[in-house]
């Protein structure tokens, strides 16, 4: 994939080049902010598409095939990505309010004091990065191994993994958005904030996937595989994901704004407030009701090229996305941005493209001897 390769090496370059001029005007606080934002949002497409790896091996849909490499290339980064958290915990002091000795005088705090202190912190991400890279490895390399031997044996074994790892990966997930991106705030809490994470990393993975799918499918051996009819297929999850991180996203919204109380309804007021009402505005047309319509053609969904450009602008609003979730806990006096806010997410994804490339190249781009190959090659008659 010379276009994807060369695109991650200049973004890296030029992120990180915009990354240091924007770090010496804004200072390290700001840094750290942007840091945060990109970081959930590329590391949510790498755990998307672990949760996807585990929903196609349970369901052996042929839709999953042709997306097969890219997940698996995707969630071998997971050990890189482990390395670039580091940042996050150099930045603890200036990201998390609980991690100051003041916070010890609030009564809110001292009483999640036995959570949310700085050893347990660490303790828990050293947990989630060994169980993510652990599934991640178990089955690249059993799919890896299954091309070779064809062994199906290592099918139950993907598909056994997937069952108790897609329990696993709900409960990850779900503290980690608690620790990463809830506790930036840790006055406040909603019970549905990892379910609405989880929703948007699948929306996020299916997005990246199709992307890359569609540059994959111009040369071979994937031009002579895949079809329109996987393309539709494809659109079809992605409006599907798209609801559900709507109807997530709505849920939380109705159930906190229908409580008013004092401690979780300014999640939304300040959100609203303070010239931050332009993004929640982007944030309901941008990122639902224009790809929601647009997904509700078939020959949309059925053309590539047109497919791709409905995912990268998801990809994107998704980024800010992410960036309504947490920017506004840091400025809370109203809008602010900074290079940094483009250029941190900008180099992270140069890099992480780079090392998704990486993973990629040198594989087989189809699983050859899974059972579900010869249905996914012969969709084009369904």
């Given amino acids: 994939m010379?276009?994807?390769?060369?695109?991650?090496?200049?973004?890296?370059v030029l992120g990180v080049a915009l990354?240091?001029?924007?770090?010496?005007m804004s200072g390290p606080d700001r840094f750290y902010q942007a840091y945060l934002v990109a970081y959930t949002f590329w590391m949510g497409v790498v755990l998307g598409?672990?949760?996807?790896?585990?929903?196609?091996?349970?369901t052996g849909g042929a839709w999953g095939i042709v997306l097969r490499r890219p997940f698996e290339a995707a969630v071998r980064t997971i050990p890189f990505m482990a390395v670039l958290f580091l940042p996050i915990i150099f930045g603890m002091h200036s990201l998390y309010d609980w991690t100051h000795e003041a916070a010890a005088s609030d009564p809110l705090i001292a009483q999640k004091a036995a959570y949310l202190n700085t050893p347990?912190?660490?303790?828990?991400?050293?947990?989630?990065?060994?169980?993510?890279?652990?599934?991640?490895?178990?089955?690249?390399?059993?799919?890896?191994e299954h091309d070779r031997t064809g062994d199906p044996a290592l099918v139950d074994k993907m598909a056994r993994l997937s069952g108790g790892g897609l329990v696993v990966y709900f409960l990850t997930v779900t503290f980690a958005m608690v620790d990463w991106t809830m506790s930036v705030n840790p006055h406040?809490?909603?019970?549905?904030?990892?379910?609405l994470y989880i929703g948007g990393q699948g929306l996020s993975a299916f997005a990246f996937g199709i992307v890359v799918l569609v540059m994959l499918a111009q040369t071979a051996p994937l031009s002579r595989v895949v079809t329109t009819h996987h393309f539709h297929d494809l659109g079809k999850f992605l409006f599907a994901f798209l609801m559900l991180w709507a109807y997530l996203s709505f849920s939380q919204f109705l159930i906190i704004w229908s409580a008013n109380l004092p401690e979780e309804i300014p999640h939304y007021l300040n959100r609203w407030d303070n010239n931050w009402k332009f993004l929640s505005l982007f944030i309901i047309v941008g990122h639902f009701i224009v790809p929601y319509a647009l997904l509700l053609s078939r020959d949309l969904k059925k053309n590539a090229r047109k497919l791709r450009v409905i995912a990268t602008w998801i990809l994107l609003a998704r980024v800010a996305d992410y960036y309504w979730h947490i920017a506004p806990e840091f400025h809370r006096d109203g809008f602010s941005f900074s290079l940094l806010d483009l250029a941190v997410?900008?180099?992270l994804g140069g890099i992480f493209i780079s090392l998704f490339v990486s993973q990629l190249r040198g594989r087989s781009l189809l699983p050859v001897n899974d059972p579900g190959l010869d249905k996914a090659l012969a969709h084009h008659v369904h």
């Fill in 19 to 24: 990354t240091a001029a924007g770090f010496m």
């Fill in 2 to 12: 010379p276009g994807l390769k060369q695109f991650g090496l200049i973004a890296a």
């Fill in 345 to 347: 997410p900008l180099a």
């Fill in 120 to 144: 347990f912190f660490l303790a828990r991400q050293a947990i989630y990065f060994v169980i993510w890279s652990a599934m991640g490895y178990l089955l690249s390399s059993w799919s890896v």
């Fill in 188 to 195: 406040w809490f909603s019970t549905i904030w990892g379910l």
């Fill in 49 to 58: 598409s672990l949760a996807l790896l585990m929903v196609q091996h349970l």
